[in-house]
């Protein structure tokens, strides 16, 4: 009975871990040995049958028959009278094989038996999961949340593997319930304390960029390339795209018809703002196409401190800027460039007045807030109606309208 229990405990963790058949003998057979070994002395001299499709096993003994008087090992010889019991017909210098009754062993060799085989399975599964999630960094899986806590969300993959997305790695409008599905970028895989860790992230541009690949055949075909891609997870993404064959549209096969295929990726990243980008190695030009939709008058590149200095029209800062500086942000980091603007002079904007003038009478913070939408001079403060500056800044709209009308003050 005691065979049978435990071969359906190994069959057990087979069926649940997926266990390949060779390496499931060779467990067994070293856990067997192990135990002999530590009841005998030796295994050398012990076969061992596993059979797991019917789920029993055999343990067989060899000894060499010796004449009574000369027996000086029991465990490798047999005296001929005790060899006669099993078979009349054995003669000295024959070898007997019997079979060892795992009975015999006592229920504390079994229990202790079970626990290290146990014990073994564990420890093989756990580095089968970190060789097989280590093959898969930079690649996305589909889990089901299991657990969501303050700082982490476990993750079960398909086989009940455990994975873990901090939050850290979520995007900031990220909320999920026990049952959800999740989808995320594998990009750390460690053993702590014997254990396989499988850290997750959907904040990864490796994420974003796996994510085209799905959605567009020709990235996933080697005919475009994802030359770099920048982003404010949740905000907005920068990705800069390029094609070896002058018959695709590298910007155009990314976006699709009527933005078919970039719908999909923005609703994954929570409405994320996407900017599909045609890269070229001449920097003023990838500049320009990096700060879209802002139109640019003229570049000045400092290649010495990878400064590029941009004038435009007063009416194209704040689009150049974008909400919070992202824009800018992300040009920069996209470009490699510092990018620094600047209003071209001209025109009635000549008569305009930097907000820094205004510092005697508005507070720096305030001023901070206008800056950080592109309103850095007086008209292009008033350009704005007050509803819009109070959804694009984070000012009262009580404060806003003091500001305006110290402002309007200035020019009548």
């Given amino acids: 009975m005691e065979n049978v229990n435990l071969i359906d405990t ?245 976006v699709g018809m009527k933005g078919s295929r970039i719908h999909g990726i923005v609703r994954e990243l929570r409405n994320e703002n996407i900017d599909v980008i045609n890269y070229t190695s001449n920097n003023q030009l990838f500049i320009q196409r990096a700060l879209s939709p802002a139109k640019i008058t003229s570049i000045k590149l400092i290649e010495e401190t990878k400064h590029a200095e941009i004038y435009l029209k007063p009416n194209e800062v704040s689009l150049a800027i974008g909400k919070g500086g992202l824009n800018i942000k992300l040009a920069s980091q996209l470009t490699g460039y510092e990018i620094d603007v600047y209003r071209e002079p001209g025109g009635e904007d000549e008569e305009d007045v930097n907000l820094e003038e205004f510092s005697d009478e508005i507070e720096e913070w305030i001023i901070e807030e206008f800056r950080a939408i592109g309103c850095d001079t007086a008209k292009s403060v008033l350009s704005l109606s007050i509803n819009d500056l109070v959804k694009r800044t984070d000012l009262e709209e009580e404060t806003i309208k003091e500001v305006i009308n110290i402002l309007k003050a200035e020019f009548e």
């Avoid at 097989?132 to 398909?158: A, F, H, N, S």
């Avoid at 990864?204 to 567009?216: A, D, I, M, T």
């Fill in 10 to 254: 190994f069959s057990e963790f087979k069926e649940l871990k997926n266990i390949d058949r060779p390496t499931m003998m060779s467990v067994l057979e070293d856990v067997f040995r192990g135990m002999l070994a530590k009841k005998y002395g030796s295994a050398d001299n012990f076969d061992i049958i596993v059979n797991i499709d019917k789920g029993d096993f055999e343990i067989w003994r060899n000894r060499v028959v010796v004449e009574d008087e000369e027996l000086t090992d029991p465990i490798t010889q047999i005296p001929l009278s005790e060899a006669k019991k099993i078979d009349e017909d054995y003669e000295v210098g024959e070898e007997v094989s019997d079979e060892v009754k795992f009975l015999d062993f006592g229920r504390r060799a079994i229990l202790s038996l079970r626990q290290n085989l146990t014990a073994r399975i564990l420890d093989l599964e756990k580095n089968n999961i970190y060789i097989k999630y280590k093959d898969r960094i930079g690649d996305i899986v589909t889990g089901e949340v299991y657990q969501v806590w303050k700082r982490e969300i476990l993750v079960l993959d398909d086989d009940g593997n455990e994975l873990m997305l901090p939050k850290s790695e979520q995007i900031p409008s990220d909320h999920f319930r026990k049952g959800d599905t999740i989808r995320a970028v594998v990009i750390k895989v460690e053993m702590r304390n014997n254990t396989p860790f499988i850290i997750l992230s959907r904040t990864s541009p490796v994420f974003l960029e796996r994510l085209f690949e799905l959605e567009v055949p020709e990235i996933f075909d080697g005919l475009i390339t994802i030359k770099k891609i920048v982003r404010v997870p949740g905000e907005r993404a920068k990705v800069a795209v390029e094609s070896y064959d002058e018959r695709i549209d590298p910007v155009g096969a990314c």
